[in-house]
């Protein structure tokens, strides 16, 4: 059974009763057994450029990614091809791995293997310029993002599922399918009922959700469209004009939130805000949306928290 993980890692350690086998061991304090002993700060050591470690299971495990912390110096790339045992045969369940390492002790992106139910794996390993040595290894399964998209005007609603170890999301979109021009990093919380504002009425837009942990984009959804529409062949309404504004709230996150608002919410809004900067006030502001969203509710607020507006613009409408 898989329960026990490990810190700024991905999935989980081999089963309790795992054995361990390498190649070569460095010494004895550069154990194979290392490798699997929920702390990054003991790592196995081949004593050699190449090598391999082989973890069998007490009981066959079903998993579609390894995931492997690697020690190196100098630091360097390293490339890693796995292997996974059923019914006593050996048969290889990832391609050549090439990973780049940034530092000495590096949690690369996990490997996507096969998705299968496997006795054991093995890891075959090419340090490059240093000798290979594995910090830690854990298995897991992925989980699958499936994302729809629903038209709006100008603008397009997306859903998808939350991904239980996602520290946030990347939202990729363009206009053509596969090829993304514009990305939002959104927080973890946002899954569903997404908007993505700003776009051109009658133009397909396509997207793609990115699940990220720790700054790692780990699992990819299915690509959705939407076509935003206007008010369905509905006359403009008349614009407004008077002591009104457009108050356009861009977030750290890199949305942009828009309200149609009088000139004394404005003011409001630019008094808590400023009172906010000086040290006094409450953490967040309620926006009072009015006609922008409508639905069957007396009343919607947006409540915006002061640590998370990067900057707003007022365009007053001309009188």
């Known amino acids: ?12 350690s081999p089963p309790e009763g795992t054995t361990v086998k390498a190649s070569s061991e460095y010494t004895a304090q550069y154990a194979a057994k290392n490798s699997i002993d929920g702390s990054m ?9 190449k090598g391999n470690i082989e973890l069998t299971f007490p009981n066959p495990v079903k998993f579609n990614f390894v995931h492997i912390t690697t020690n190196s110096q100098p630091v360097r790339t390293v490339s890693y091809t796995i292997y996974g045992l ?33 006795e054991a794996i093995r890891i075959d390993g090419d340090g490059g310029e240093s000798w290979l040595a594995i910090g830690e290894v854990t298995l897991g399964t992925f989980e699958t993002i499936n994302l729809t998209g629903q038209p709006q005007n100008a603008s397009a609603k997306l859903n ?28 973890k919380d946002a899954a569903g009922n997404y908007v993505i504002p700003n776009l051109t009425n009658g133009t397909t837009y396509y997207f793609q959700v990115v699940a990220i ?35 356009v709230v861009t977030m750290t996150t890199g949305l942009e939130k828009e309200f ?34 409508k639905g ?14 990067l900057t707003f613009e007022v365009s007053e409408y001309s009188k």
């Open 1 to 12: 059974m898989l329960n026990k993980t490990v810190e700024g890692m991905l999935g989980f």
């Open 41 to 49: 700060e003991n790592y196995w050591n081949a004593g050699t450029f």
């Open 86 to 118: 059923t019914d006593g045969k050996w048969e290889p369940i990832s391609g050549q791995i090439t990973q780049a390492l940034k530092s000495t002790f590096t949690t690369p992106p996990p490997i996507k293997v096969k998705e299968g139910i496997y």
């Open 160 to 187: 998808w599922n939350t991904i239980k170890e996602a520290t946030n999301y990347k939202i990729n979109y363009g206009t053509q399918p596969n090829k993304y021009t514009d990305s939002i990093s959104v927080e």
């Open 213 to 247: 942990f720790n700054g790692v984009e780990t699992v990819i959804s299915n690509e959705a469209s939407a076509t935003p529409q206007g008010g369905g062949g509905q006359t403009d309404p008349e614009q407004p004009s008077g002591d009104r504004a457009i108050l």
């Open 260 to 293: 149609d608002l009088s000139m004394k919410e404005v003011n409001d809004f630019i008094s808590w805000y400023e009172g906010k900067q000086a040290g006094s006030g409450s953490a967040s502001y309620a926006i009072n949306k009015h006609d922008n969203n």
């Open 296 to 309: 069957p509710f007396s009343s919607r607020k947006d409540y915006m928290l002061y640590d998370r507006i």
